[in-house]
């Protein structure tokens, strides 16, 4: 299950962050910030290289003690991050990737509402439902 | 309506976001949307009836019916249940719970709140009505993006505006 999620704009600046609320929050906006980094080194590496489902999750960004940061980027720059907790090692692969797809088909939907600016921060309660899911349990 | 259906939904969208940034006042939004709503229901009505061939109507429910059944499937692909309201026959309301031109909307934003959304389908209505000589108030009484549990639409048939003759009728 997810410790945090962030949706951060082309222009790296975020659109939606939020953290299990246990914790200190001021901890993991740090680390979706320094993920931002190796999220930019991805993408320059990928290059030419064909954009299909795979190559917009970028598998595992970095790993912490605690925690494993994930991230996943479109082709229109938006990227999403994914904190999760280390000690939950049931997390496969593949299971990370339907959260993401999952993510992907929310902000679709948020795009999609006529009076959402693009560029503004999200405030979907569609959105928030299906973020605290994922954060409740695995999807 | 079997094909993807997105962009007119979200071009429906693009209408009504545009016109709230041209227009302050919600009340000038919603008679803008019923205005052209009202030009599309006067054309609109030519081509259902050329492709529906409804038979000839003998009663303002049997009107009301077909536009649920008819009419709302064939543009909107969604069947409205039809409620009566009087003895006299002629108020009824078309009850949407699915609103296929407010399927990306979730609330109204703020500072709109009597903002009535799918204003455009009352003035369809009306005008497509009215070019079968049938003189109709159409108005939203309960809106989903308001709050309500479902999205209402009220249809009074007035006094009839053409007595000679009943023509065929949407």
């Known amino acids: 299950m997810a410790v945090c999620i962030a949706v951060i704009a082309k222009e790296n600046y975020p659109l939606y962050i939020r953290s299990t609320p246990t914790e200190n929050e001021l901890k993991f906006h740090y680390m979706v910030h320094t993920s931002l980094d190796v999220v930019d080194e991805k993408i320059s590496a990928m290059g030419k290289a064909l954009v299909d489902q795979r190559e917009l999750y ?82 | 309506m079997g094909e993807n259906k997105d962009l007119f939904v979200l071009t429906y969208g693009a209408l009504v976001a545009q016109l709230c940034k041209d227009y302050e006042k919600d009340e000038d939004v919603n008679k803008y949307l019923d ?20 038979r000839r109507c003998h009663s303002y429910s049997e009107i009301i019916d077909i536009i649920a059944q008819v009419a709302f499937k064939m543009y909107l692909g969604i069947t409205p249940s039809v409620v009566c309201h009087n003895s006299s026959r002629n108020e009824f309301s078309l009850i949407l719970d699915k609103n296929p031109l407010a399927e990306f909307v979730e609330e109204l934003p703020a500072g709109r709140s009597a903002l009535c959304y799918c204003n455009l389908l009352c003035g369809v209505i009306r005008g497509a009505l009215e070019m079968v000589h049938l003189a109709t108030d159409v108005t939203f009484l309960q809106d989903r993006l308001k709050g309500d549990r479902v999205t209402e639409i009220g249809i009074t048939f007035l006094k009839k505006l053409d007595e000679k003759k009943y023509k065929r009728k949407k």
């Open chain 1, 58 to 139: 970028l598998g595992l960004l970095y790993p912490t003690e605690d925690y494993k940061v994930y991230g996943y980027v479109t082709n229109s720059k938006v990227k999403f991050v994914m904190v999760v907790d280390s000690s939950n090692t049931a997390l496969r692969d593949n299971e990370i990737r339907s959260m993401f797809r999952k993510l992907h088909n929310s902000y679709t939907d948020v795009m999609c509402n006529p009076f959402y600016n693009p560029g503004d921060r999200i405030q979907s309660r569609a959105f928030d439902n299906m973020v605290t899911s994922m954060m409740i349990q695995v999807c």
């Open chain 2, 35 to 54: 205005k052209m709503g009202y030009g599309i229901g006067t054309r609109l009505v030519e081509d259902f009836l050329a492709r529906s061939c409804v």
